[in-house]
Nanobody, 116 residues
């Protein structure tokens, strides 16, 4: 059973930065690609970025592109999302994702609120 636990969210002022973390249980973390998504109130969940087990990255053509960096530490079973130049439209719950075959695993999410 895979468990994903996000952390690092919070309240940040416009223009600020946050680094989100997602810790995964189990010994299979290094095998699989990991992704970050977000869901703002009243909106659908939005794909942000993905990183393969070998570190190859893919970013969505979204408003977050160019302001975020996904990375992973396989020794720590953790994937990160560094976000910079945050603005109020980035306010959302951020989720990490692991896809194993046809099965998607999600964390509980971490709230990011950008406000002055």
């Amino acid at each position: 059973q895979v468990q994903l636990v996000e952390s690092g969210g919070g309240l940040v002022q416009p223009g600020g930065s946050l680094r989100l973390s997602c810790a995964a249980s189990g010994s299979t973390f290094s095998i699989y690609a990991m992704g970050w998504y977000r869901q703002a109130p009243g909106k659908e969940r939005e794909f942000l970025a993905r990183i393969t087990n070998g570190g190859i990255t893919l970013y969505a053509d979204s408003s977050m592109r160019g302001r975020s960096t996904i990375s992973r530490d396989n020794a720590k079973n953790t994937v990160y999302l560094q976000m910079n130049s945050l603005n109020p439209s980035d306010t959302a719950v951020y989720y990490c994702n692991m896809k194993i075959g046809a099965q998607d695993y999600w964390g509980q999410g971490t709230q990011v609120t950008v406000s002055s």
